[in-house]
């Protein structure tokens, strides 16, 4: 019965994106203010039945309804309930409810948090997304239903969630990471909307830039997290693959990152139009594009779902539409728009354009990683192979004059400036920067590697400049005084030196050994002395194994007792590994617990990691920025409502 | 109105991108080409699996073409494929050869194949399934299928009289398989 209930929940909705679709539409074209009105409302409605239908799905879940085949697919009743909730979007199906879920989720956020907007431009976005909307609910309802029955032989038991799957990261990452992914929809709305009406002024870029910092935030938290995830529950201790499904999450988060600052530009400079409504649509076109090659089965991923050509074609259709049908509405009316702010070579603005040079390379090099052995292949050339040392190079080229330009560029004046006064600081922050880096590695480490110093170096390249500019800004400024948006930047820039430090390092100083240890044995590695204390039995709700207790000493002081385990999940007949992990600041242990050998003794890998946690730390920080510009004064009162901060700022803490 | 032409470039590169996309998704991503189609079988000095005394070497194998086909008892794939190459050796003659790859032979660790085992097994199996094989090559160390760039089995080719490989095929070889991608090959094989 409930199932039923959610499934004409869903056509409901789908009823709801129709009408949000059409209505608008014809009160825009007749200037009916009444039809007009009924936009934020559709929007509302959308998201409560979308809302309904979830509830619907996780109550499946958690009840153990095996008659719904998404549930006897993907749960099991020895589930712990945590994870049967996380299994009603562990599935295809159950994930695109999600989706939609945080589709309707933000239409329903414009709906209530846009009432300042003049009433025709609030109308084209909803309507934008309501066109968006109809697409995706005609994919659920006609080829991905959730609710579809297993009646009348249903099993008496479900066939589990692989246990990979069954991790806290689960919980938390897929919902990060499609806020993000569907939140890029609403700047994409509102650049459609700002092309549809012509209105392009400086105003879209205003209003579409705290909603794409609050996506923007979403997305870079979700996948710092997945990267996390994959680290602590992968058991091998990597925490970027390059696989092509973190990469199509990556090109979005490029986009957007060269779409937050250009849409700085536009609004601040009247500069830049053009191209951020192109990056407006591109940021939500590459959200779709990975959707696709995750759901289509066209690359070879870890991440895929069970592929089928029919919801393949179905989507590529939908991307067609969507991401072809807004390509050819900007190559119509962007030749339109004059961007009347002038520049000099030296100013702001251009730092700002290469910012997104930079980054639009940087999406463009993934973008070619990862189809272009599909296309190498597809056109008959046989198949190759790209892998990490192509993107990991790329990235090193790219990565050092990105920095360096992160260093300087806040402090080059808007308009104009002169080059000369860019000669004393940097030099000597240049030179404090690799002399402070060389001591700290030598100090650290005992040993220099080239990459290692030259990461550390843009490290504090970055710091130094944002201190120096922050002490600046202040004897201007009082602290308390300056806007919230400008410790976005701080922040955003910190953070991702720290990502930079953290991957340098990592990379460079990470240390492993294979070791056979019998219990009560004892092993030395990179100082650390560790004891095999002992083996126990471990007794999980739907799993048994083994843990080994391992104690780590160094130097006769004690460090940290770690328990490394191996579980059996029996209902998929999976062996996992439960990697241990001791994690500070400034180092992981990570071990991972291997196979028993034949003479009783077991293989053990042991990893230290020093500052690989910078990497996460980092990747937050830079999501927190994201919710300082949506907390920015200016965008508190044009919203009139002090609800959107908290409420913004809570969701991304 | 005017219109740019360099605006239109980004839907330009889309629409060629969307057209791989198509393409792609109707064809297997797993699939690798081979190799070795189109080079010359390997050279080989293995004994026959029923009679470890009787040498093969690529010179016997040459100036018929033949089908050359991996296989192992404990394969089960395998066993599906016997009544198919059995029906296709009896209805168009195609010579077929087999190339017994065993699992568990692994001298560096203390593991020697049982032979005479084998043989039993062997009997055993095609005097149930059918036997469409001519003889078997024993390649116990697995340098013939190194060669041949085997991934397991089973794993079929098509060599013609000249010695030159002409298909290779990953899987079982079935009704569907043989009438779409190697009976075409076959039939223009010398």
Redesign the interface.
Known sequence: MIPELGNFALYIAFGFSLLLSILPFIGLRKSNMGLMQTAPNLAVGLFVFTLFAFLCLVFAFVTDDFTVLNVAQNSNSALPVQYKFAASFGSHEGSFLLWLLMQSGWACAVAVWSKSLPTTMRTRVLMVIGWICVGFYAYIITVSNPFDRTLPFFPVDGADLNPLLQDIGMIIHPPLLYMGYVGMSICFSFAIAALLSGDLDSTWAKWSRPWTAVAWGFLTLGITIGSWWAYSELGWGGWWFWDPVENASLMPWLVATALLHSLAVAEKRNAFKSWTVFLAIASFSLSLLGTFLVRSGVIVSVHAFATDPARGVFILVLLAIVIGGSLLLYSLKAGLIKSVGKFSIFSRESSLWLNNVFLVAATIIVLLGTLLPLVHKEIGLGTISIGEPFFNQMFTYLIVPFALLIGIAPHIRWKQDKPNKFVATPLIICLASVALSYLWLVVEFGEVKGLAWLSTSLFWWIILFTAVELVKTTQKVRLTKLPLSHFAMVLGHVGLAFVIAGVGLTSQYSTERDVKMFVGGSESFSGFDFKFVKLQDVKGPNYDGWAAQIDITQQGQEVSTLLAEKRFYPVQRNTMTEAAIDATFFRDIYISLGEQLPDKGWALRLHLKPYVRWFWFGGIVVAFAGALIVADKRYRQQKSSVRVRSSAAAEIV | ????LS??L??FI??I??G????????D?????SAVVGKSFPEFQLPDLMNEEKVHSLQTLRGEKVLLNVWGTWCITCKYELPFLTKIKTEYGVKVVGIYYDQNHAPEFGQFANIPQIQVEVKQLLAQLGDPYQFHILDLDRTLSLDLGVTGAPETFLMDSNGVIKAHHMGDVNERVWRDKLAPIWNEMQ
């Open positions: 109105m005017k219109y740019k605006l239109f980004p839907l889309f629409v991108l969307v791989f996309l198509l393409k792609g998704l109707f064809s991503p797993r699939q690798r080409d």
